[in-house]
């Protein structure tokens, strides 16, 4: 019996997290996996704006994951459900937990683009985030580094530009990486192109 199947009987069904970098398509993804099937963990709380015009699918909990230095009690809820985190959160999630995580990569250009516009939608300077691509660069090897490391983590990556080019075969993915049978023809009509709207 795999390692994997063993972490399974003993801490449960996987938590599928959706990661990446603010504005590197995880919204996208988590319109993708609701559409094939796969239950959001939301509230509802932040609105749907013109920078997401089709939400954000948050759940306001998770900015806590730091402070909570791994007493998360609304964890077994995630189980089998999809959650959205950040990449700069991952690392505070308990090891007693499985994790499929689909972590969603960006040309970084673009996502500082993107980011910068939605700072100038709320009136605040560019230089605010304190974000730079070298600090981003940093992040994600350390990120990919921690993933790697420990068996509690499952991680499928997923090139944004790709999976507004190809939803098809990017929804395919996700269903064999799930181990679910899903939706995969919905999870594709979830990919509006349009949205795709600071290319590199």
């Known amino acids: 019996m795999s390692g994997r199947w063993l972490r399974r009987i003993r801490y449960g069904a996987p938590i599928v997290v959706v990661s990446g970098l603010p504005r590197s398509g995880t919204s ?15 509230d ?21 994951l730091e402070a909570a230095r791994g007493d998360v ?17 991952l690392t505070w999630l308990p090891e007693d937990f499985n ?14 683009a993107s980011q910068q516009q939605m700072l100038a ?13 070298e600090v981003f660069e940093a992040h994600l090897a350390q990120v990919d580094r921690f993933m790697a490391a420990r068996p509690c983590f499952a991680t499928l990556y997923v090139p944004y530009r790709e999976a507004v080019a190809a939803p098809e075969a ?16 919905a999870m594709a009509k979830a990919v509006e192109a349009s949205l795709y709207r600071n290319r590199a």
């Open 170 to 185: 990017t929804a395919a993915a996700v269903a064999r990486f799930l181990g679910r049978s899903m939706d995969t023809a």
């Open 73 to 89: 009690p609304w964890l077994p809820e995630a189980r089998g459900k999809a959650v959205k985190i950040i990449s700069f959160l």
């Open 44 to 64: 509802g709380i932040r609105a749907a704006d013109i920078s997401n015009p089709k939400g954000y699918f948050e759940f306001e909990p998770v900015k806590d």
């Open 121 to 133: 939608r709320r009136g605040e300077a560019a230089g605010e985030s304190g974000a730079s691509r």
């Open 99 to 112: 994790y499929q995580v689909i972590f969603m990569q960006r040309d970084l250009d673009e996502v500082l």
């Open 28 to 42: 996208m993804m988590m319109r993708m996996l609701e559409a094939g099937g796969v239950r959001p963990l939301e």
